[in-house]
């Protein structure tokens, strides 16, 4: 654990809820009766993300993006959901000019009005011909939705095509900031309270403060 958190602190952590995790389940089915080795192994300390992905960053992964990863781009920046959020929408969702969401971590509900860019964006999607039609709004070329592990590897190649440095989740935070104020930011993002929003935003994009506004 020491070593792993010497170059990749927050790996070491996941690698070791994975080994507990096993380690348990191997209890439960009686394949051992050893102590989880796990137990009182203290987890690094993480940071949380303060990435803001700027327009260019985004346009350059989106040109290298093909067609299902582009649209999981624009449905997450102009929504503002999580990643698996993202890939469970589908046609049925679009209720009376909404498109209704429940978020799988917090159990959250939204209904995001369907207007503007994310209008045109749905308006594209039911546009294109495919050979078969399935019903989610991020789909591959044969009419398939995309797994997460696919999402997660086209979004890799295309990332590294473009020569630029942000990981998919970080458009959440660009669609928080870029909305336009910490109350539409709360609504979108579906935050319990203002100051989750307010510490979600500022992180990202930093406080705005004045300058010293005297001559000497």
């Known amino acids: 654990m020491e070593a792993r958190g010497a170059t990749a602190k927050v790996r070491a952590n996941r690698e070791k809820a994975l080994l507990s995790h096993v380690w348990n389940f191997a209890r439960a089915k009686g394949y051992t009766t050893l102590p989880n080795p796990c137990a009182g192994i203290k987890n690094h300390r993480e940071r949380g993300r303060d990435k803001y992905v700027s327009d260019g960053e985004y346009k350059a992964v989106w040109q290298k993006a093909d067609q299902a990863l582009r649209d999981a781009m624009d449905l997450a920046y102009l929504t503002g959901q999580r990643p698996s959020d993202v890939l469970k929408l589908s046609m049925t969702d679009i209720q009376d000019g909404t498109l209704a969401i429940k978020q799988a971590k917090t159990g959250t509900k939204l209904r995001i009005l369907i207007e503007g860019e994310l209008a045109a964006l749905i308006d594209r999607i039911k546009g294109r011909e495919q050979k078969t039609k399935g019903l989610r709004l991020v789909q591959d070329e044969n009419g398939h939705h995309l797994t997460y592990w696919q999402l997660a590897s086209r979004f890799e190649e295309a990332r590294a095509a473009a020569k630029v440095m ?13 909305v336009g104020g910490l109350d539409s930011a709360q609504q979108l993002l579906g935050h319990a309270s203002r100051a989750m929003s307010e510490h979600y935003v500022k992180k990202v994009a930093g406080t705005k403060v004045k300058p010293v506004n005297r001559k000497i």
Not at 173 to 178: E, L, Q
């Open 166 to 178: 942000f990981q998919f989740r970080d458009i959440r935070a660009k669609a928080a900031t870029d």
